[in-house]
């Protein structure tokens, strides 16, 4: 079974960049995202993709963020820049339940903090 772990949270100022990692224990051919959640908010579905490299991205990140993943290291990476009070939660790292980027997100990472400040 999969496990996931994300890294690179932390605290910035607007307009500033941060890149999250999400290792994982082993390989996978699964369509794999990002997600983030603030208290009291559902989750939302930030990036996702592809082993082949197939992206998408919410409108509210698209130009700012960018989605990779790099299978020799079966490590994906979000790349934010830009960065907005508005963007400040916690990020997740997901695998789907396929290949295709479903929205059958089936095992999670444990999060990584993200607070930007104005």
């Known amino acids: 079974q999969v496990q996931l772990v994300e890294s690179g949270g932390g605290s910035v100022q607007s307009g500033g960049s941060l890149r999250l990692s999400c290792a994982a224990s082993?390989?996978?051919?699964?369509?794999m995202g990002w997600f983030r959640q603030t208290p009291g908010k559902e989750r939302e579905e930030v990036a996702a993709?592809?082993?082949?490299?197939?992206?998408r991205l919410t409108d509210s990140v698209k130009g700012r963020f960018t989605i990779s993943r790099d299978s020799a290291k079966n490590t994906m990476y979000l790349q934010m820049n830009s960065l907005k009070p508005e963007d400040t939660a916690m990020y997740y790292c997901?695998?789907?339940?396929?290949?295709?980027?479903?929205?059958?997100?089936?095992?999670w990472g444990q999060g990584t903090q993200v607070t930007v400040s104005s």
């Open positions: 082993t390989y996978t051919f699964r369509c």
């Open positions: 997901a695998e789907n339940a396929y290949s295709v980027c479903s929205t059958s997100w089936i095992r």
């Open positions: 993709i592809t082993r082949a490299g197939s992206a």
